[in-house]
């Protein structure tokens, strides 16, 4: 009857843990930290502040659970962190090298202008469509100071219209 208590036991804590990942960190690793509004009330006070903050780097490993971290004094809370506070910091070295050769010398991410004007109306975005009645405005408008009399007013109309 016992073994049977302990297999089902065992089997039971396999199902709830299969979802946990185990994190093991090292001193020296850089972290994030979660702000929890119980631990942290000053740097939670409503829904449009950080949820983490970092990153910190791990000073000691006290256990598998838990870990020291170097915070600052200004937090006011104890450095020690249970693992389902930390998450592991990534540098995000793929967005500076995106940052360096977006526009590199003869690259151009525009739209050719001869393209621009073979695409089809049914395809036209939004923003291509009121670049276009822009243009269009702008070209009645240059034609409207060479119309004279009563079709001045009439094509200042139909440009207020367009645009």
Sequence with gaps: MRRKIEKTNASYQAEANKHKKKLVFQPGDLVWIH????????????????????PFEVLEKINDNSYKVDLPRDYGVSATFN?????????????????????????????????????????????????????????LEKSQTVVIGSNNQKLASVVHLIS
Aim: avoid cysteine; hydrophobic fraction near 30%; aromatic fraction near 4%.
């Design 35 to 54: 702000l929890r509004k119980e631990r942290f009330p000053s740097k939670r006070k409503n829904k449009l502040m950080p949820r983490a903050n970092g």
């Design 83 to 139: 693992v389902a506070d930390l998450s592991a910091y990534q540098a995000d070295d793929h967005l500076e090298d995106l940052r360096m050769t977006s526009l590199q010398q003869g690259e151009d991410d525009g739209v050719p202008f001869s393209q621009d004007m073979e695409e089809d109306s049914s395809s036209l975005t939004r923003s291509i469509a009121s670049s276009k009645v822009h243009a269009m405005a702008q070209i």
